[in-house]
T-cell receptor, first 112, second 114 residues
Framework: DTGVSQDPRHKITKRGQNVTFRCDPI?????LYWYRQTLGQGPEFLTY????????KSRLLSDRFSAERPKGSFSTLEIQRTEQGDSAMYLC??????????FGNGTRLTVT | AQTVTQSQPEMSVQEAETVTLSCTYD???????LFWYKQPPSRQMILVIR????KQQNATENRFSVNFQKAAKSFSLKISDSQLGDAAMYFC???????????WGAGTKLIIKP
């Protein structure tokens, strides 16, 4: 069990640029989740995959956000035309069925 | 809608002493799970303890235990013999039995005084 891996750890980008983050879940986990966390707050749900199917996307997400999990393994989260309000920690988690979530270290995004 | 409330933004405790972190939640469901997660500074979120609502017995993991009061919708975390490594943000979270989404509290920052 190598844990959930996220890349990059930090990303600084200028407003208007596109960014993409990657998450590699624990290998036998079929569920994958993306959360966003701002300073001093709990995580906020973004989207959820079961295998390769994206089963739910938060209504809080604008159309600038898209996530994929093409082969039911790793996942990518893309933010287009970034805005300063997108600055946050983006957390990925995985689980097998209803087992507790295992989180990665997160990707900290700063939009200048 | 389900909500989770952590009323203590920050708590401090002397090393080796005991501290209790509070969490209350609101739900109309009868089957659900409750969790405490720990997030040290700049480090990943780690599961501390979980409780199934159908179990009357309070969950325990080494120095960590919970006081689960289903009728009162209360789920507090007790940390015994506090250690410097326990310093972190602690988040309480709720999940419906048939659902996958976690509903999170705002967190409690725990400070350990040496």
């Amino acid at each position: 069990d190598t844990g959930v891996s996220q890349d990059p750890r930090h990303k600084i980008t200028k407003r208007g640029q596109n960014v993409t983050f990657r998450c590699d879940p624990i290998s036998e986990h079929n569920r994958l989740y993306w959360y966003r966390q701002t300073l001093g707050q709990g995580p906020e749900f973004l989207t959820y995959f079961q295998n390769e199917a994206q089963l739910e996307k938060s209504r809080l997400l604008s159309d600038r956000f898209s996530a994929e999990r093409p082969k039911g393994s790793f996942s990518t989260l893309e933010i287009q035309r970034t805005e300063q309000g997108d600055s946050a920690m983006y957390l990925c988690a995985s689980s097998f069925g209803n087992s507790p979530l295992h989180f990665g270290n997160g990707t900290r995004l700063t939009v200048t | 809608a389900q909500t989770v409330t952590q009323s203590q933004p920050e708590m401090s405790v002397q090393e080796a002493e005991t501290v209790t972190l509070s969490c209350t939640y609101d739900t109309s469901e009868s089957d659900y799970y409750l969790f405490w997660y720990k997030q040290p500074p700049s480090r990943q979120m780690i599961l501390v303890i979980r409780q199934e609502a159908y179990k009357q017995q309070n969950a325990t993991e080494n120095r960590f235990s919970v006081n689960f009061q289903k009728a009162a919708k209360s789920f507090s975390l007790k940390i015994s013999d506090s250690q410097l490594g326990d310093a972190a943000m602690y988040f309480c979270a709720y999940r419906r039995d048939s659902n996958y989404q976690l509903i999170w509290g705002a967190g409690t920052k725990l400070i350990i005084k040496p």
